[in-house]
C-alpha cells in the first residue's frame, strides 16, 4: 500500500470517529492535510550540444532552466565537460505575451533596462525605437556586453538576446523579471557559448 493510500485510509477512519468530537478535532486532521507535500519532480537538466567548436545548450521548461542557472551565482553553469567560455549569448523566446505590454517604446524599454539592473550588469547606454504600425526594438549596453529586444504585439511574442561575459551577471535575475513584466504563457531558451577557449586559442 502506499503511503498516499495509506494516510487517506487513515484520514476517513479518523474521520468517523472524530465527528462526534465536534469542529475541533476535524480542523486540527485537516491542517494535517493540508501539510502534506507531494514529493517535488526531479529537475531536467538542460540538454547540451557540443559539435564542430559550438557548444549550445536548450530548454523549454521555465523551472529546470532558472535552477539551472542558479547553480552558479554567476549565471555560467558549465557542466563538467564543458570547456570555458568568455561569455554566453542566451536567447529567450518569449510567447503569449499580453500584447500591451509589447507595444510601446516607453514600456518595453523600462522593462529591459529594468532586467539589466536586476541582473547586477553595468549599463553603459540604451537606445529604444518603436515601429509603426507594431514592434518594438532596442538595446541596453552593458559593461558585460548587451541585452537587446524586439517585439511583434500582434503576436503577443518577443524575442530577447542576453550576451553576458565577465562572470558578475546575475542572469536568471533578468529572466525573472522578464517573466513578470512581459507575463509569457511560454518561454523556450537557448544558451550559445561564445568565444570557446579552444577556438580562441586556434
Request: with cysteine.
Amino acid at each position: 500500500m502506499s503511503t498516499e493510500v495509506f494516510v487517506c485510509s487513515a484520514a476517513v477512519a479518523f474521520c468517523a470517529i472524530a465527528v462526534p468530537q465536534g469542529r475541533t478535532t476535524l480542523r486540527r486532521l485537516f491542517d494535517f492535510l493540508r501539510g502534506i507535500r507531494s514529493p517535488r519532480a526531479t529537475v531536467v537538466e538542460p540538454k547540451a550540444l557540443r559539435e564542430n567548436g559550438w557548444a549550445l545548450i536548450q530548454c523549454d521548461d521555465v523551472e529546470s532552466f532558472e535552477e539551472w542557472l542558479g547553480k552558479d551565482s554567476n549565471g555560467l553553469p558549465h557542466g563538467n565537460e564543458e570547456e570555458p567560455s568568455l561569455g554566453s549569448h542566451l536567447l529567450i523566446e518569449l510567447f503569449g505575451c499580453e500584447p500591451q505590454l509589447l507595444e510601446q517604446e516607453v514600456s518595453v524599454a523600462t522593462t529591459m533596462i529594468q532586467a539589466a539592473r536586476e541582473s547586477e550588469a553595468t549599463i553603459v547606454e540604451e537606445s529604444f525605437h518603436e515601429f509603426k504600425p507594431y514592434g518594438v526594438s532596442g538595446a541596453v549596453i552593458i559593461q558585460e556586453s548587451h541585452y537587446t529586444i524586439h517585439t511583434w504585439p500582434e503576436h503577443g511574442y518577443a524575442a530577447v538576446d542576453l550576451f553576458y561575459c565577465g562572470g558578475t551577471v546575475k542572469v536568471a535575475r533578468a529572466v525573472e523579471t522578464l517573466r513578470q513584466r512581459f507575463r509569457p504563457q511560454r518561454i523556450k531558451f537557448l544558451i550559445v557559448r561564445r568565444g570557446i577557449e579552444s577556438e580562441v586559442r586556434r
